[in-house]
């Protein structure tokens, strides 16, 4: 969603809340129903803290509800359909800017969910079913480039994964099934050469691994049986990088590598 289409639905947010909270003052705050159920316009403060706003049809909410943070400044506006169940949400940093745009059912996340960083750029994008992920996710850095792709369905990593360099580059590229890393597993330099190269059966580590150097020359074997190393063959010195952003660089692999069950 644009961020200028988005401006134009929050104007007519406000617009609609003002109007509710006029309607609102022509009501008795803060009552309930014969059954003890939050019922027309309320205004919820704890400690003098205002929270948030808005109108509850016999304890479900209805229409537009502001929340807030503590020094008054809007955090979210959420517009409440069908008797409480359907919530569109629009979430903003501390200055103003939008955090996230999406969609609740029955208080779960649903469909399109996205999110910005606090120059209104987007850094990530969602997708669920009822509280479920399913569908691409993705994320961008903060020049918006792709940096990271996978699939879920029914809340399991499903198919490849892939993520990015700033520039565009492959730096990752595996395979998921049933929420595992399955086959071939590919690391990458920032200049396209291999850094390592191995399989995964069910996330554990199978077989030979190859290290490659900076320069692009195999360093070593690594042979790996049942998730556990069982042999390794230096095949080149370790060599230490010539420059502090490929130092930077290598350890950045090697701690990925560790997360990922690879010493």
Same mark, same amino acid.
């Given at each position: 969603?644009?961020?200028?289409?988005? *401006?134009?639905?929050?104007?007519?947010?406000?617009?609609?809340?003002?109007?509710?909270?006029?309607?609102?003052? /022509?009501?008795?705050?803060?009552?309930?129903? !014969?059954?003890?159920?939050?019922?027309?316009?309320?205004?919820?403060?704890? *400690?003098?803290?205002? =929270?948030?706003?808005? #109108?509850?049809?016999?304890?479900?909410?209805?229409?537009?509800?502001?929340?807030?943070?503590?020094?008054?400044?809007?955090?979210?506006?959420?517009?409440?359909? /069908?008797?409480?169940?359907?919530?569109?949400?629009?979430?903003?940093?501390?200055?103003?800017?939008?955090?996230?745009?999406?969609?609740?059912?029955?208080?779960?996340?649903?469909?399109?969910?996205?999110?910005?960083?606090?120059?209104? *750029?987007?850094?990530?994008?969602?997708?669920?079913?009822?509280?479920?992920?399913?569908?691409?996710?993705?994320?961008?850095?903060?020049?918006?480039?792709?940096?990271?792709?996978?699939?879920?369905?029914?809340?399991? !990593?499903?198919?490849?994964?892939?993520?990015?360099?700033?520039?565009? !580059?492959?730096?990752?590229?595996?395979?998921?099934?049933?929420? @595992?890393?399955?086959?071939?597993?590919? =690391?990458?330099?920032?200049?396209?050469?291999?850094?390592?190269?191995?399989?995964?059966?069910?996330?554990?580590?199978?077989?030979?691994?190859?290290?490659?150097?900076?320069?692009?020359?195999?360093?070593?074997?690594?042979?790996?049986?049942?998730?556990? !190393?069982?042999?390794?063959?230096?095949? /080149?010195?370790?060599?230490?990088?010539?420059?502090?952003?490929?130092?930077?660089?290598?350890?950045?692999? #090697?701690?990925? @590598?560790?997360?990922?069950?690879?010493?």
């Amino acid at each position: 969603m644009k961020i200028r289409l988005i *401006r134009a639905i929050l104007m007519f947010g406000f617009i609609s809340g003002f109007a509710l909270w006029a309607t609102g003052q /022509q009501d008795t705050l803060n009552k309930v129903d !014969k059954n003890g159920k939050k019922h027309g316009y309320w205004i919820k403060s704890e *400690r003098d803290t205002l =929270l948030y706003e808005g #109108r509850f049809d016999h304890g479900n909410p209805a229409g537009l509800f502001v929340y807030y943070y503590p020094d008054k400044k809007i955090k979210s506006t959420v517009e409440y359909t /069908q008797q409480g169940k359907e919530a569109r949400a629009v979430m903003y940093h501390a200055n103003g800017a939008i955090m996230a745009v999406g969609k609740y059912w029955q208080q779960k996340k649903d469909s399109t969910w996205k999110y910005f960083n606090e120059s209104e *750029r987007i850094i990530s994008i969602e997708h669920y079913a009822k509280g479920v992920a399913d569908g691409d996710w993705v994320k961008y850095n903060q020049d918006g480039m792709l940096i990271e792709k996978v699939q879920y369905v029914n809340g399991l !990593k499903q198919g490849d994964w892939l993520q990015y360099f700033d520039d565009g !580059k492959i730096k990752i590229k595996a395979t998921y099934r049933d929420n @595992l890393l399955n086959g071939i597993f590919y =690391l990458y330099y920032s200049s396209g050469t291999f850094c390592v190269a191995g399989k995964y059966e069910n996330s554990i580590p199978v077989g030979t691994w190859i290290h490659y150097n900076i320069k692009g020359e195999i360093e070593k074997k690594e042979t790996y049986k049942g998730g556990k !190393k069982i042999k390794t063959e230096q095949l /080149q010195p370790v060599t230490e990088p010539d420059s502090p952003e490929a130092k930077k660089e290598v350890e950045e692999m #090697r701690q990925q @590598l560790r997360n990922l069950g690879i010493e």
